[in-house]
């Protein structure tokens, strides 16, 4: 295991396995997401330790370590809004370089098949653990058909739904996309208001990755039939708090994929009051942003 920058790791495959594309795991974006934080550790010490051997190159990459450090959401930016060049001259820019540095030199080593940053949620979900998948580079409102190969494994691994975004945002899951042509998504591994007995809900994720990794589970090489309650959404409208006066009509802490019916008063901002041009559901909910930053997401479902 090789540090390449600060709690950022590459793990070789050992030298008489065939050349398997690489993966890239990531944790610690936000610094109080601590349960995808200690899965990543998990698997690293199990890398260490030589119980885990892994067949294909591998990036283990702890975001923030100074919000980490502090129990702390960020320092002073959203890092998960910074992947993009120039970079901030902030230290949070700084950090959100460090990490796209360290994503384009495992690609030059060669493909990437695929890059899963771990999150977890602010408040509870109605769908407990769901994958973002972030903008095509071919059309906005549709992934790629490779990134429905991952449908299956992931239903597998716990998670209960898919959220395609339709417009570019500076994440670090779009960057990689972008960057290194591979398969990529945000996982919201569960809510970090949960209660810690669920945490036992994070292992058939845990042993997913660590099978990936040892090659004990195959990339997908197709779409395969997806167990139900699996859902699908799309992201219909961002909602961005253009001025100080903006407030949300519905209850603000309402669980994430809450469901409303067409003509519901959303939010009243600038233009007025916004309502539902149809059934909507909400996520990420948050009033607390500054003005021209995203204060949630509608979607609607593709079922």
């Known amino acids: 295991m090789e540090q390449w920058f600060e709690q950022v790791w590459y ?13 890239i795991l990531s944790a610690g974006i936000h610094g109080d997401e601590t349960r995808p934080v200690v899965l990543l550790r998990q698997l690293q010490q199990q890398l260490a330790s030589g119980q885990l051997q892994p067949a294909r190159p591998l990036l283990l990459l702890y975001g923030n370590p100074r919000a980490m450090a502090r129990h702390q959401r960020m320092i002073t930016e959203n890092l998960n809004r910074l992947f993009t060049s120039p970079s901030s001259a902030s230290a949070d820019g700084q950090r959100a370089r460090v990490l796209m540095d360290a994503c384009e030199r495992l690609g030059r080593l060669g493909p990437v098949a695929a890059h899963f940053d771990l999150h977890s949620t602010i408040k509870p979900s109605l769908i407990e653990r769901f994958a973002l998948c972030p903008v095509s580079p071919v059309s906005p409102e549709s992934p790629p058909p490779c990134h429905y190969h991952w449908a299956a494994p992931l239903s597998r691994a716990g998670f209960g739904a898919w959220v395609q975004q339709t417009r570019r945002a500076a994440t670090f899951s779009q960057f990689t996309r972008d960057a290194l042509n591979c398969d990529s998504f945000t996982l919201e591994c569960g809510s970090h208001a949960s209660k810690p007995d669920r945490e036992n809900r994070l292992q058939p994720l845990a042993r997913w990755l660590h099978d990936l990794i040892s090659g004990a589970a195959a990339l997908p090489a197709q779409p395969m039939p997806v167990t139900p309650p699996w859902q699908r959404f799309r992201v219909t409208e961002e ?3 253009r001025s100080d006066d903006f407030q949300f009509l519905i209850d603000e802490q309402e669980p994430n994929f809450s469901a409303h019916p067409p003509g519901t008063p959303l939010y009243r901002d600038l233009d007025g009051v916004v309502k539902a041009a149809g059934q909507r559901h909400t996520l990420f909910l948050n009033s607390q942003v500054a003005p021209g930053q995203r204060a949630g997401l509608l979607l609607e479902s593709l079922q």
């Open 11 to 23: 793990c070789a495959p050992q030298s008489s396995a065939p050349r398997q594309p690489g993966l």
């Open 239 to 241: 909602i961005l708090r």
